[in-house]
């Protein structure tokens, strides 16, 4: 079996935070397996737990116990720097606020996740821009650019190094219903056509059907819907 055929796999995590001298227990004891090309999508109530398991899977905050394998290999058994090495070598994220740099263009912005890994892969960020109907906006601010146009460019930017997994928080969170449709079709479709697995945190519970699996977080663990 190679490395991208391995499943995502957390076992017994566990998060809590501190909060006026209390601790809440966010995450108790989670296990999970997603294999390879599933589209799952985290749902439950505000403040219940999605993004911060979401951060936990994506090696983005670190777990008070327990720990999360990708492609065969613990996050959290290794040293932060290799950490972020496996981040960028095979995750890409899509957060509800874009986090595009101001003062970089959409295609530097695109280009951004493949400069830290080494390399400059202009023609691919050009080729994904074209993907996602932005080839005639290279050279846009994202000032310049709608919300969904922000967001499409940020999915570019999830891709540019080929990454196995896309985590989405919120994707559509700041669109209007058209527009959030529109997304998150462009990003089933590049997930589909990739055959990339995908984690995604919504509260959209229409959006929530349109995946393999819906998983709800209650009282701190998963429990996972018919579909």
Not at 50 to 59: D, E, Q, R, S
Not at 105 to 130: C, D, F, H, Q, Y
Not at 179 to 185: E, F, K, L, R, W
Not at 200 to 226: C, F, M, S
């Amino acid at each position: 079996m190679s490395t991208t055929d391995q499943p995502l796999i957390a076992r017994d995590v566990h998060r809590h935070y501190r909060l006026s001298g209390k601790d809440l227990h966010v995450l108790r004891g989670v296990n999970l397996v997603v294999e390879p090309g599933q589209r799952v999508f985290l749902c439950g109530a505000s403040g219940a737990g999605k993004t911060t398991l979401l951060y936990v899977l994506g090696g983005l905050e670190r777990p008070d116990a327990g720990d999360v394998q990708v492609l065969g290999r613990s996050l959290y058994h290794i040293a932060p720097k290799k950490r972020a090495e496996a981040r960028n070598r095979t995750m890409g994220f899509v957060f509800q606020h874009y986090f595009l740099l101001p003062e970089l263009t959409a295609l530097e912005n695109v280009l951004l996740p493949s400069m830290i890994g080494g390399t400059r892969a202009e023609k691919r960020a050009r080729e994904l821009l074209e993907r996602v109907g932005l080839g005639g906006r290279l050279d846009h601010l994202p000032t310049e650019l709608s919300g969904g146009e922000q967001q499409r460019v940020a999915i570019a930017r999830a891709i540019i190094n080929d990454p196995a997994i896309i985590f989405a928080d919120e994707p559509t969170g700041n669109l209007d219903a058209a527009t959030g449709t529109g997304v998150i079709d462009m990003l089933m479709s590049v997930v589909s056509e990739d055959r990339k697995t995908l984690i995604v945190v919504t509260h959209d519970q229409e959006l929530a059907r349109r995946g393999d699996r819906k998983l709800v977080i209650q009282d701190g663990a998963l429990v996972e819907e018919a579909g």
